[in-house]
């Protein structure tokens, strides 16, 4: 560790086999302790270089510099197979992120932000997998946008999971738990719901990666307020692919 900024280093391994795992697309977005808010991290130890966030492992491992004042620090992981992690509270003395093979259901958590206005797509960094059949979406409002309304879908249906859901109140938006349409907004999108005006879920037909592959977002409304928060992907993970 150089004087004023911190090392961190993790490897991914199998749990079954104890092996490292060689992992060269999976990607990990770093995050402040507790919050959605992304971390400046660094390629060395000097800081003088600014690292991508999320950023790419490579043979499976992921290598940073964050300043030194930073002790602690929450992890977001897709691994290339599929796998999705949500790690908190990690700090430099933990190197290993164990992946279990077999485990079939999955979450990908991945963290949102907006400076007040509505403002263009944002892609995420995270893709929808050809191992991945998303079945479900949930919203975690940390910071109110006053008056923000998210979509939420892929880059070739830019709301095809969420589709105009107010962020205005911290917390699990109440129309996103619930089944049937409720009201005009905070809908499922096309991707998890059948016909516009009903919005009855799909069961057997779900998101997959032909939806389009990057995941997105955007603030349609403009909002008096910065907010953030996590939008938390339910997915059935298929090894065979």
């Known amino acids: 560790m150089a004087s004023g900024f911190r090392e961190w280093y993790f490897q ?9 795992i060689d992992d060269d697309s999976g990607i990990c977005n770093v995050l402040t302790e507790n919050s959605p808010v992304e971390i400046s991290i660094y390629t060395s130890g000097n800081g003088q270089t600014a690292a991508s966030n999320p950023l790419a492992f490579t043979n499976g491992v992921i290598n940073f510099w964050t300043a030194d004042t930073v002790t602690a620090l929450d992890l977001s992981v897709q691994t290339a197979t599929g796998h999705g992690f949500f790690l908190e509270s990690v700090n430099e003395s933990n190197h290993r992120i164990d992946v279990d093979p077999d485990r079939i259901h999955q979450e990908l958590i991945i963290p949102y932000t907006y400076a007040g206005a509505s403002e263009t797509i944002v892609d995420t960094g995270f893709d929808v997998l050809a191992t991945m059949i ?16 998210l979509d939420i879908g892929t880059s070739t249906d830019t709301d095809g999971f969420a589709d105009g859901v107010a962020a205005s109140v ?72």
């Open 12 to 20: 991914l391994f199998n749990t079954r086999t104890r092996a490292a």
């Open 134 to 149: 998303v079945t479900d979406i949930h919203l975690d409002v940390a910071a109110v946008m006053t008056g923000g309304v």
């Open 170 to 241: 911290t917390g699990f938006p109440i129309t996103l738990l619930e089944e049937a349409i409720v009201s005009t907004s905070a809908l499922f999108g096309a991707l998890l719901a059948m016909a516009t005006g009903t919005y009855v879920r799909k069961k057997y037909r779900q998101a997959n990666a032909t939806s389009g592959a990057n995941i997105v977002y955007t603030n349609t409304t403009i909002s008096s307020t910065a907010g953030n928060g996590y939008i938390a992907l339910t997915y059935r993970r298929t090894p065979t692919r």
